[in-house]
């Protein structure tokens, strides 16, 4: 059986592969928030940078939702001594997403903040590309936030373009699953940073989770086979839903 290094990176080098995620020369901005996934997507992609036929140059970013007790200071320090300076931009957005007025989804709101930023930011710097830490559990979960929610089919795709081409998100963790992030954090020791976001803990996607792990438990091929449903679908076999 394969090492959790082994299994992370060859994850991470097939995604890469199969959605032709980096280019020679790319600027890749990376999105850190400071949890596990974005720490191993960071360290995955920095040891890349020795072995990969291509060149590319790396800018992690984080975006600082402005709650109490920020961790910035030692998320800075973490990344700038092993990796490279971090630029950090402190915002609002977290405290604006929680207002009364938005009490309903301060998670959708909060997200759309970030990213826009993240698009800003990457233009301000010449990145083409933005690197985030979503992983093979992520995307499933989105599936089904966005069936249960918001009525549709629909989920992140490893590679997606925005602004007609000008910029692309890439999900090199795609094809990871999250109990392999915990291990490998846990193997390169990465420091563990508290979330204060009010909603941290009640979340829709905790409860997608909390569902989708109990069918996970009652057979393991679920999850796989869920993943590849999503590049088979059968659209003949859909509804076509008239609008009134």
Known sequence: MKSVEKRVRHAVGKA?????????KDKILVGLSGGKDSQTLLQVLF??????PVKFDIIPVHVDPGFEGSFVKEL???????????RVESTDFGVRAH?????????????????????????????KKI????????????????????GKIGTMKPRQ????GELDIIRPLAYVEKRDIVAFA??????????????????????????????????????GNI????????SDYLLEIQND
């Open 161 to 164: 373009s925005f602004f007609n």
């Open 47 to 52: 040891s890349l940078q020795t072995r990969a």
């Open 186 to 223: 846990k193997k390169y020791g990465f420091p563990e940073f508290i979330n204060n976001c009010p909603s941290a803990n009640s979340t829709k996607r905790g409860e997608i989770r909390q569902m989708l792990e109990g069918l996970y438990k009652q057979n393991n091929h679920i999850k």
């Open 131 to 150: 690197a985030l830490g979503h992983t093979k559990d992520d995307i499933i979960e989105t599936l089904f936030i966005n069936m249960f929610y918001a």
């Open 99 to 127: 207002a009364k007025e938005n009490r309903e989804n301060p998670c959708f709101l909060c997200a759309r903040l970030r990213r826009n930023r993240l698009f800003k930011i990457a233009r301000e710097t010449g990145c």
């Open 76 to 86: 800075e320090d973490h990344v700038g001594t092993n990796f490279y300076p971090l």
């Open 16 to 24: 890469i592969a199969d959605w032709d995620m980096i280019a020679d």
């Open 227 to 234: 993943f590849r449903a999503m590049g088979n679908v059968a």
